[in-house]
């Protein structure tokens, strides 16, 4: 027998741990709630090291903060555990692409390369011409729930297409598109809008309804605005600033294959 009783529960357990962590670290980057964890994480260490150093008052107040403040973490993180349950509840693991895809292996040999130049170039074109656009890109979460709500479609990303769907007289121009795997799979898609009272008034529904899908799912949002112009990138229920072009590429491709 070795110094340490390590058994075959004791690795899965390891594994649906550190699966958890990651979700959970998915959920959250880039959002105000990391601070909240931290700082819950701050409390319970210092209440441990209050246990240890038997200093009974103050780990007593600690332990009762942190047993009485499940109910309160509940109702702070509605919308984080609701987007982390949908992110479960959504993600496809039917497919190997998808399933290998969550367990980060093989990534190179499984992810179906995304035309981020194609979408990014007709974006700009767009925007030249100040024609609103909404694309959503899909990535683990599967967008079938959504996609529902508009026509049905199975075209291969190019520049023509997207520009023509966009063009203001086209019947399929209302609501957005969704990609998956380099395909449009849907037209005219209706986005749940965001309930979030701290997005800036002079954004319209094209932005509302990108911030309120990218809340629910870790889709990506490219919006071009009818009135200026302007592109924006939504991930995570926020805005993704970029000073170039070029630095815009990057940090979809990146997104796009995380």
């Known amino acids: 027998m070795g110094f340490i009783d390590f058994s075959f529960l004791d690795i899965l357990d390891i594994i649906l741990v550190a699966a958890l962590l990651y979700y959970t670290y998915k959920l959250l980057k880039g959002t105000v709630a990391i601070n909240i964890v931290i700082g819950i994480a701050l409390i ?15 780990s007593g107040i600690l332990g009762y903060l942190l047993s ?63 024609t609103g656009a909404l694309i959503v890109i899909e990535r683990t979460n599967n967008l079938d729930f959504i996609a529902t709500t508009g026509d049905k479609m199975n075209a291969q990303v190019n520049i023509a297409i997207l520009e023509s769907i966009f063009y203001k007289n086209s019947p399929l121009h209302d609501g957005a598109i969704i990609i998956r795997d380099n395909y449009i799979v849907a037209t005219r898609v209706i986005l749940p809008i965001t309930e979030n009272s701290q997005i ?47 630095e815009l590429s990057k940090k979809i491709q990146e997104d796009v294959m995380a």
Request: charged share 20%.
């Open 44 to 58: 319970f260490i210092i209440w441990k090291i209050t246990q240890a150093l038997h200093m009974e008052m103050l």
């Open 68 to 130: 009485g403040g499940v109910i309160a973490l509940l109702i702070v993180f509605q919308q984080e555990i609701r987007k982390f349950l949908l992110m479960i509840g959504t993600t496809n693991f039917s497919t190997r692409k998808s399933f290998l895809n969550q367990l980060k292996f093989l990534q190179s040999e499984i992810n179906t390369e995304i035309d981020t130049g194609t979408i990014l170039e007709a974006s700009v074109n767009l925007s030249k011409t100040k």
């Open 200 to 246: 800036p008034l002079r954004f319209g529904l094209r932005h509302r309804a990108a911030i309120g899908i990218s809340e629910r799912t870790d889709a990506l949002c490219l919006v071009v605005s009818e009135e200026t112009g302007a592109i924006s990138y939504i991930k995570d229920g926020g805005f993704e600033l970029f000073d170039t072009f070029e």
